[in-house]
Each structure stands twice: as C-alpha cells, then as structure tokens.
C-alpha cells in the first residue's frame, strides 16, 4: 500500500518541480541513463575526511569515474587507501593544483552532547573550514571550487513545510545554528571568486552510520514510532550523495546550498513500518515524546524535529537518484540481512 502511494506522490512532486521529468541535454541524457559517467575531462579532487564512512564512498566513486583523489588527514603518515597521495589536514595546508574541493571533516555527532562535546562538533566545523579557506586565499593556484558538507537540520524543525533551498534556515536549536555558523565559515571564498556549494545533507543511509545502530532493535522486533511519528524525516543513500558531491564539483551552474537528499522523505512512522517490513520483522512500539525528551534532552531534536526538505536544485542540474525510493534503498543495503 505505501508503495503505491510513494510512486503516486512522484506525479504530484513533478508538478510542484516540473525538471524532475525533463529531458537535459544530450550530455546531460548520456549521464542520466548512467550517473557514473563522465563526460569530462578527469579532475583532481582534494577531499577533508577521506578516511570516514561518506569520503571512504566519495573517493570509491571518483575512482571509478577516472578522477583523482588527494586525501587530507589529521594523521598524513597513514596513506588513504586509492587516493593518490595523503597531505596533512591543518592550518596551512596546500591546496594548489586541484580542480576542487571537498570539505567533509567534523566531529561526529553521535554520542552525548555534553558541553565539552557540543564545542568540539562546533569548532572542528568552523575552525577545519577556515583552514580550507585560509588556503585557498593563499594558494598561487587554488581550485576554483568548494563543495563543503553541511547539514538539512539548518531549517529547523519546521512541522509540514515544504523546504527548498530558497527556504529560511532555521532560528534555534543547536545543529541549527551550527550548520549556519559552518556555511557562512565557508561562503567567505566567495569573496575571492571561489564557486562555493554547502551540501545541506540529510540522514545518510549505507552500511555503516545511523542505519546499522537501529538494526538490533528491529531484529528484536522492538522498532517502533519516535514520538507522534508524523515528523518527517528526510534521507539520502550513501551512493546518491557521494555522487551528488562529484555532481556538484563539476556542474559549474551550481552555486550556493543543495539540499542532500532523496525526492521523497517519509515520515517517521512510514520509515519505521518499510524498516521493518524490509527485514520482515514487527515494527510496532511506540517511543513517547516525552521519554525521548527526558532521556535524550536536546539531542531528541535529531529524532523529533521534522523536515519536508526536497532537493530542488539538484534535480533542475540534472541529478538522478539511483535510489529516490526508501524501499529500493534498504533493499539494496540490507538485501544479505533480511530474514527468509
């Protein structure tokens, strides 16, 4: 039943963005029946956090689309696997000679956001992106490009609105404010003529992150709602937004945010039961608000806030998503653990 209502709504997001249908051009045709392919000539890609979970898949498919990968890394005495060399990530890194770069490193927000910890996840963004940007100012060559990550909780929870780029961020709570005080860190080299894109990412599903911490509750048929469960909670593949970085880098068009993300977020009760129906397991506990308030404090916001986030300009650049759809997309990443 939610299937068909899934493929039902993609007529109602066509009309609302009349792109996400529409023929590009021949080039951008050749990408759309394989995302993979490239058109170009071969970059050479700088990439910060190239040894975490999302940089360890940028490098795997910049790879494989013949382009090349400088790692950069706290600890440069340990070679990132496939890139071609490994510099140190720091004040006064180097950064010429590069087509683009990407800019992952942060501290992890999982864990309990105490004091110390919440200055950690503030300061590793904004101080790590003004190294990026100290260094592009000074190289004699620096790239012309910066695609830096960013996160979709910059809009705040902001209940049944629909969210594009365009959008207002956000006026409160505290990965609000950082992803707002990391995008303007970041859009200080455009002031130098760097083409800079802040990639508002949401949830990212792949085979390590958040999917596999919620996978022993739902094999023990505990997996339930967070809450109302109405709160929407958008989300991306691992694969589709590795790519839609590359995408980034070489679709000069774009400028400014992208929101990562599929085409169709869920809501919180929906992702749940197809969670649960993917691993043919029971999924029908309900986690009250208050508990979650009680027990997680403010980071209950990672669960409750809700964001109808759509990802407006990636689809008018010509973006495809091998993975629109939140069933084919745990299908894909659970298909060996499912139960017969």
């Known amino acids: 039943m939610f299937h068909r209502s899934v493929r039902r709504s993609a007529q109602t997001l066509s009309a609302r963005l009349p792109y996400f249908g529409h023929s590009h051009s021949e080039a951008e045709a050749k990408r759309n029946k394989d995302p993979f392919v490239v058109?170009?000539?071969?970059?050479?890609?700088?990439?910060?956090?190239?040894?975490?979970?999302?940089?360890?898949?940028?490098?795997?498919?910049?790879?494989?689309?013949?382009?090349?990968?400088?790692?950069?890394s706290r600890t440069p005495d340990k070679p990132v696997?496939?890139?071609?060399?490994?510099?140190?990530?720091?004040?006064?890194?180097?950064?010429?000679?590069?087509?683009?770069?990407?800019?992952?490193?942060?501290?992890?927000?999982?864990?309990?956001?105490?004091?110390?910890?919440?200055d950690r996840i503030l300061q590793s963004r904004v101080q790590g992106t003004r190294w990026v940007v100290e260094a592009l100012q000074n190289a004699p060559n620096p790239p012309r490009t910066l695609i830096c990550a960013s996160g979709v909780n910059i809009y705040g929870d902001r209940s049944e609105e629909e969210l594009v780029e365009e959008s207002p961020v956000g006026s409160s709570g505290f990965l609000c404010s950082v992803g707002i005080a990391w995008e303007a860190e970041a859009m200080r080299a455009t002031s130098f003529g760097i083409r800079v894109v802040t990639i508002r990412m949401a949830m990212v599903l792949?085979?390590?992150?958040?999917?596999?911490?919620?996978?022993?509750?739902?094999?023990?048929?505990?997996?339930?709602?967070?809450?109302?469960?109405?709160?929407?909670?958008?989300?991306?593949?691992?694969?589709d937004v590795a790519n839609l970085f590359l995408h980034a880098a070489r679709e000069?068009?774009?400028?400014?945010?992208?929101?990562?993300?599929?085409?169709?977020?869920?809501?919180?009760?929906?992702?749940?039961?197809?969670?649960g129906s993917t691993?043919?397991?029971?999924?029908?506990?309900?986690?009250?608000?208050?508990?979650?308030?009680?027990?997680?404090?403010?980071?209950a916001s990672l669960l409750l806030e809700s964001q109808r986030?759509?990802?407006?300009r990636a689809l008018e650049t010509g973006f495809r998503f091998r993975f629109p759809y939140l069933e084919d997309a745990l299908q894909n990443l659970l298909k060996e653990r499912r139960l017969p």
């Not at 986030?309 to 407006?312: C, G």
């Open 39 to 72: 058109l170009n000539q071969p970059m050479v890609i700088g990439l910060t956090g190239a040894s975490g979970f999302l940089g360890q898949e940028i490098i795997r498919q910049a790879v494989s689309q013949g382009e090349q990968v400088v790692a950069y």
């Open 81 to 118: 696997s496939e890139a071609i060399r490994t510099e140190a990530f720091s004040t006064g890194m180097t950064v010429s000679n590069l087509d683009a770069i990407l800019h992952l490193a942060g501290e992890s927000i999982s864990g309990p956001w105490t004091k110390a910890r919440r």
């Open 206 to 239: 792949g085979r390590k992150g958040a999917l596999p911490l919620m996978l022993p509750a739902f094999w023990l048929g505990l997996g339930g709602r967070l809450g109302s469960g109405n709160q929407w909670m958008p989300w991306i593949h691992v694969e």
């Open 252 to 275: 000069e068009s774009l400028a400014g945010p992208v929101n990562g993300l599929s085409p169709f977020p869920v809501r919180n009760r929906d992702f749940t039961r197809i969670l």
């Open 279 to 299: 691993l043919r397991r029971p999924a029908f506990l309900v986690v009250p608000r208050f508990i979650l308030r009680t027990v997680l404090q403010d980071q």
């Open 309 to 312: 986030a759509l990802p407006k």
